[in-house]
């Protein structure tokens, strides 16, 4: 596996605004929400087991997790919330290593929100940060998620706060610019690593 940079933000910070923008330069992008979906797909053991834990109520009549119905469920109680990670992140750790050892470009890139809170982070080689201040991440989310405040709230308690994952960050991308500074960023940080990819040959 080659050169993999990892992109992290909270909830609204524009991690996508990011990583489309090195697909656009022809990175590969490994997303951790859609590996997150693939593992509990109709058919799969996470699927089932969710079914059994939460009751069939949270599957839809095409044999689909009720994702919405789940988050409320897994966002007011942090036990539920422990019990689906410890069923699911594995799950998803793996789905992220097959993803990445195909991934064809000069170096690839791992967006998740989780990447600091799991074992994504041993997955990659540097840690970019996505970081807005939070007040911008809540009129982000609500606008883009149709959450309320609170559900977003409760979301951005689950994840790492902000002065943490700065503290972890190597690289911070500041999101609260226009899109043509997110532009330039970008493009600087890729011309790095494409140095630091060749640099490991």
Not at 45 to 73: E, M, P, Y
Not at 119 to 124: C, E, F, I, K, S
Request: proline share 2%.
């Amino acid at each position: 596996m080659g050169l993999v940079i990892g992109v992290t933000g909270g909830i609204g910070s524009g991690k996508s605004a990011v990583t489309r923008r090195f697909e656009h330069l022809g990175i590969a992008v490994v997303d951790a929400d859609i590996a997150a979906r693939l593992v509990v797909e109709p058919g799969g053991a996470a699927l089932s087991a969710i079914a059994d834990h939460f009751g069939a109520a949270l599957i839809l009549a095409d044999g689909s997790l009720d994702r919405a119905a789940l988050r409320q469920k897994v966002f007011t109680d942090e036990r539920e919330r422990q019990w689906l990670e410890r069923l699911t992140h594995p799950l998803i750790h793996e789905e992220i290593q097959r993803q990445l050892a195909v991934a064809g470009s000069a170096y690839s890139i791992l967006s998740s929100p989780l990447l600091l809170e799991t074992r994504q982070r041993d997955l990659v080689d540097c840690v970019v940060v996505v970081d807005v201040p939070e007040a911008l991440q809540l009129a982000r989310a609500s606008q883009r998620d149709n959450n309320s405040e609170e559900q977003i709230r409760r979301i951005m308690a689950a994840q790492m706060d902000r002065e943490q994952r700065l503290a972890l960050a190597d690289i911070v991308i500041d999101n609260s610019k226009s899109l043509a500074e997110l532009d330039d960023s970008v493009q600087e940080l890729h011309k790095e690593f494409l140095l630091r990819a060749v640099s490991r040959r």
